[in-house]
């Protein structure tokens, strides 16, 4: 099947920066959208920003300016780069891919199991 696995998420003071990665794996003939979301505890989940396979990207009002998402299609990664994090920005981050298997298969969501951004100096 296909695996997405976050990499990236810890720590970081009111103000810092902070990488994530996500990397599919499994069996991957394209991926359509990629994108990362979000979840905080007592709240729903959210788009965080999102980037098509031509690389068109777009983001929640809360990422814009802050935050940048990029993929490599090659290594089927999406990363999301965060500047200027805030206490509002500690969640759970979760990556999202629309995957298709195998050439004139329809497309399967699959999630990434999450990792955690803390934003507390």
């Known amino acids: 099947q296909v695996q997405l696995v976050e990499f990236g998420g810890g720590l970081v003071q009111p103000g810092g920066s902070l990488s994530l990665s996500c990397v599919g794996s499994?069996?991957?003939?394209?991926?359509?959208?990629m994108g990362w979301y979000r979840q905080a505890p007592g709240k729903e989940r959210e788009l965080v920003a999102g980037i098509t396979n031509g690389g068109t990207a777009n983001y929640a009002d809360f990422a814009k300016g802050r935050f940048t998402i990029s993929r490599d299609n090659t290594k089927n990664a999406v990363y999301l780069q965060m500047n200027s994090l805030k206490p509002d920005d500690a969640a759970v981050y979760y990556c999202n891919a629309e995957v298709v298997q195998s050439p004139g298969w329809a497309y399967v969501e699959v999630w990434g199991q999450g990792t955690p951004v803390t934003v507390s100096s």
């Open positions: 499994g069996r991957i003939f394209s991926i359509y959208h």
